[in-house]
């Protein structure tokens, strides 16, 4: 009589079993700390980072940065990064990389990360102060969005402070999202 209950107990377990796991599901995921269900497209002037790439030797080309394409980009701790600037903000302990940008056309640009990390873009030794920076949509992937007003030229890009060993880029043309009409 014990077994066939302790049988009857066991089926009966494994019966509810699919309710109880429908019951006990994981959270949404989360970025950047928000939770969300899905991850949301971005905006149209931001439709570049849905369309992202990992190409060997990328690093290192002017074709790194461009606003219809987000890149993921390898990153190094800084104890073996040669920076052409120190960044404004070093951190130890942490990661960051150094990228060519090419400016054919005069206007504010924006640097969109996927994980936090400080930016700066540097030009003949100099670093360029940042106009504006904004946190990316929610829901997106985008962490964050700093501009720059940037006139024709060759810059560089340094990314540090990140937790994490590679970060998702993109090149935004344009100044934040609320001087857009």
């Excluded at 540097?122 to 670093?127: E, S, T």
Aim: aromatic share 6%; glycine share 8%; charged share 15%.
């Amino acid at each position: 009589m014990r077994v066939r209950f302790a049988i009857l107990l066991g089926v009966a377990m494994i019966a509810q079993a699919p309710e109880a796991l429908a019951q006990q599901q994981s959270p949404p995921p989360t970025l950047a700390g928000v939770q969300c269900p899905v991850i949301a497209p971005p905006p149209a002037r931001l439709s570049g980072w849905s369309n992202h790439f990992v190409k060997p030797g990328m690093v290192h080309s002017r074709e790194l940065f461009r606003s219809d394409l987000a890149n993921l980009v390898p990153l190094k701790p800084h104890e073996r990064i040669s920076y052409p600037v120190t960044p404004s903000i070093l951190k130890p302990k942490l990661y960051g990389g150094v990228y060519p940008l090419n400016i054919t056309a005069a206007d504010t640009y924006g640097v969109a990360l996927g994980a936090s990390g400080w930016v700066d873009v540097v030009q003949n030794g100099q670093i360029i102060h940042s106009v504006a920076g904004e946190a990316g949509p929610k829901c997106t992937g985008i962490h964050k969005i700093i501009y720059f007003n940037l006139q024709p030229g060759a810059y560089t890009v340094e990314i540090s402070n990140s937790r994490i060993r590679q970060v998702r880029m993109l090149l935004v043309r344009g100044g934040p999202s609320s001087t857009q009409k």
